[in-house]
Nanobody, 115 residues
């Protein structure tokens, strides 16, 4: 059973930074893509950033230029560096691993941006 464990969430002031990490229980090279998603209260879950096995990255427009997704194949981790955080970035952030038609999700980590 694949396990994904997120960490790094917390409370930060507007304009601040956080770095989320996702530890995966097996080699991330076995997945077609890794991604970060978020869900705010009363809203649908949305893709924030995604990185494919060849390193291609995709971002939702609202975070372009502020967030950076990266992967460490040796440590089996995927990270999301979040800068210039805004109150609208407040959400539970989830890590996802994709392998063909299978999806694996972490339990989520809360990010709250507030003064």
């Amino acid at each position: 059973q694949v396990q994904l464990v997120e960490s790094g969430g917390g409370l930060v002031q507007p304009g601040g930074s956080l770095r989320l990490s996702c530890a995966v229980s097996e080699s991330i090279l076995r997945f077609n893509a890794m991604g970060w998603y978020r869900q705010a209260p009363g809203k649908q879950r949305e893709m924030v950033a995604r990185i494919s096995s060849d390193g291609t990255t995709t971002y939702v427009d609202s975070v372009k230029g502020r967030f950076t997704i990266s992967r460490d194949n040796a440590k089996n981790t995927v990270s999301l560096q979040m800068n210039s955080l805004k109150p609208e970035d407040t959400a539970v952030y989830y890590c996802k691993a994709e392998r063909f038609w299978y999806e694996y999700w972490g339990q989520g980590t809360q990010v709250t941006v507030s003064s």
